[in-house]
């Protein structure tokens, strides 16, 4: 099945988009006439610079308000269709799309509408050109596919066919099945479009804030599904009209569209096995089974400091590396490595973010499979030659440049093998598990990141969180394996002012700027942290007021969480206690997490609370405080 993708799609100038299109993988596009009338190149010149690129041209677009019309508009209306198919055989385009009216003088009625393009497809004809009409959201007339179908199958030349756009069928809440009526070779050409689900004016969300597919809120996989059981077998295409993408980097936009694209027909593929188009085969999603390990860069008196906190959480180090500078540190199923070599990946991450987390190991059903589905997508592979004895160990690259390793059970005896450690680790202060990590980027990175993680891997998305700085708003997406095995958090910053954008700034980008661990019995858990000297994010008394006001919590047991500085939150599946360790320098920190019963959340109500308490710790610099 052919992959294109719309012009408008991608920021820079036409050359800047077709190189990324290309470099991305794409197989076409779908010129859009602006993109031709601002570049200075000749129509033939564009055609052939299109095609060095290995592009083909799918669809010429657009081409408004054209049915309806009366009188002269009528006439002055094939004259422009007439002129633009001059311009499409210069180019080397065959498909045109004409989008249903909004011209006010337009009138109504299907039979008017079939009749003009009728007219139109026997124009098209004549030059071996094909029309393919698209009912925008907001058409005058025409608003809905199905209307669009019923003008083109009254038209009934075979010249003239549907586009259907999935952005104009879900935005109106329109029921996709309907598609798997039209007759397969009846469709055109399709255009995907995702898009969050924000109540509001349909043109303003269409131009605005399409995204793609798997990015937004609405059922495209249903949508491609019904318009490949109708026998569709011609090219998917995106057209995403995004600000921020057309603000973003080419490469970046056109790489998370192609993977996006590939997600959606290996999706489409599972959920509708007989369908005649032949999608690419990429191996599932793998299932999430755990974090087998959380890495960290660091050296020296840093080290050190990392090291006294690790402690004071209930870890010991149970193993070093037999060939590098390289710690085990490990608690419950926890494992934490601590890496002080300078020459390898590790050492130039230390040396760019300071102590940072450097790679994290998933625990994955099937490495090998795991990494061909993310080479599929799109992801960069990373290989860093064994030392003696270590495994070659399946990874790419995250968020920042850090790394994700990828384990399976081929690779249970790495700690063995390479740190003399068989076992679990102690049960310290009842550490057991990973909780989540959080992930710090800015705001536009956002889409991209939640991408990556929910094409490449077994995840999904909860609803994205408000989160309130002092200084500014943080958005937050959290993103976990069906079982929780394996949870992100991504939190994107919009302003260097707030704990997440400052926390940025001064790492440098390091990709991770908290780690949560799973505790079975938080007071417990405080208590052998208070014995071990651990100092906790301090929580004013005001906090533990209004808890008492909002839930019904026995004094006594408000009293132990305000002494340990426990915050908590509840909904209707079960509680969640969090305790926050004082930021480390960087501002990297430690979370403590209890859930009981279904609670799935992260305490999102909690966090202006702890970003204010950790502000008046630590005030970010040039903005004095108190
Ligand atoms: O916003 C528009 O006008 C517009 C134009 C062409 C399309 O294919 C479309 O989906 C929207
Ligand atoms: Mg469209």
Not at 207 to 233: I, K, Q, S
Not at 298 to 320: C, I, K, N
Request: with cysteine; net charge negative.
């Amino acid at each position: 099945m052919k992959t294109c993708i719309a012009t408008v799609s991608i920021s820079g100038t036409l050359s800047e988009k077709l190189e990324a299109i290309s470099a991305a993988g794409f197989d076409g596009i779908e010129i859009f006439e602006q993109d031709f009338i601002t570049d200075s190149g000749s129509a033939r010149d564009v055609g052939k610079r299109i095609r060095d690129q290995g592009l083909s041209i799918d669809l010429f677009q657009p081409f408004r308000d054209f049915e309806g019309l009366p009188g002269a508009l009528r006439a002055k209306a094939i004259d422009r269709a007439e002129r633009k198919f001059d311009l499409m055989q210069e180019l080397g385009a065959e498909l045109m799309l004409v989008c249903s009216s909004v011209h006010p003088k337009a009138l109504g009625g299907i039979e008017r509408a079939a009749e003009d393009l009728r007219a139109l497809g026997e124009r098209a004809a004549a030059r071996g050109l094909r029309i393919g009409y698209e009912a925008l959201a907001w058409g005058r007339f025409v608003n809905d596919h199905r209307d669009a179908w019923e003008i083109v199958r009254r038209a009934d030349h075979p010249n003239l066919g549907i586009i259907l756009d999935s952005f104009h069928t879900l935005g109106r809440n329109l029921d996709p099945t309907s598609i798997r009526q039209i007759p397969g070779d009846r469709i055109f050409f399709v255009q995907m479009a995702d898009a969050p689900r924000i109540d509001m004016d349909l043109l303003y969300w269409s131009r605005h804030f399409r995204n793609m597919p798997g990015e937004g809120d609405l059922p495209v996989t249903d949508f491609l599904r019904a318009v490949l059981a109708a026998g569709y077998t011609g090219p998917v295409s995106l057209e995403i009209f995004n600000d921020q993408f057309r603000g973003g980097s080419p490469r970046t936009i056109a790489r998370d569209g192609y993977r996006s694209l590939v997600t959606l027909l290996d999706d489409v593929r599972r959920a509708e096995p007989e369908v005649r188009a032949d999608l690419p085969v990429i191996p599932p999603r793998q299932r999430l089974e755990g974090t087998a390990f959380v890495e960290f860069a660091t050296r020296g008196a840093e080290g050190d400091t990392l090291r006294s906190q690790l402690t004071a959480l209930g870890f010991v180090e149970t193993g070093r590396h037999l060939a590098k500078a390289i710690t085990l540190w490990q608690q419950g199923d926890i494992r934490i490595v601590l890496n002080e070599e300078e020459g390898d990946f590790a050492g130039s991450a230390f040396n760019m973010h300071g102590t940072s987390v450097c790679d994290i190991g998933i625990s994955v059903a099937s490495s090998a499979e795991t990494l061909a589905r993310a080479t599929a997508l799109g992801a960069t592979g990373f290989a860093q030659s064994p030392a003696v004895g270590q495994l070659d160990i399946p990874a790419i690259r995250g968020l920042g440049g850090g790394l994700l390793h990828f384990l399976d059970e081929r690779h249970a005896s790495v700690w063995r093998d390479e740190f003399g450690v068989d076992r679990s680790g102690p049960r310290g202060a009842g550490l057991v598990s990973v909780d989540h990590i959080a992930q710090t980027m800015t705001y536009d990175e956002m889409l991209s990141w939640s991408l990556f993680y929910s094409s490449l891997l077994g995840m999904s998305k909860a609803p994205m969180v408000d989160v309130i700085d002092p200084d500014g708003l943080v958005r937050s997406q959290a993103l976990a394996a069906p079982d929780g095995a394996f949870r992100v958090t991504l939190n994107g910053a919009e302003t260097h002012r707030t704990v997440a954008g400052s926390f940025l700034a001064s790492s440098f980008g390091a990709p991770v700027q908290h780690i949560a661990f799973a505790t079975e019995d938080m007071f417990a858990t405080a208590r052998a942290f208070a014995a071990a000297g651990f100092e906790a994010l301090p929580i004013p008394g005001n906090y533990y007021h209004d808890l008492a006001a909002r839930f019904d919590i026995a004094p006594a047991e408000l009293a132990r969480m305000q002494r340990h500085n426990i915050l908590y939150d509840e909904d209707e599946t079960g509680t969640f206690r969090q305790l926050y360790s004082r930021p480390a320098a960087g501002g990297l920190f430690f979370e403590i997490v209890e859930r009981t019963g279904g609670y799935s959340g992260y305490g999102a109500p909690n966090s202006p609370f702890r970003i204010a308490a950790q502000k008046r710790l630590a005030p970010p610099k040039g903005l004095p405080r108190d």
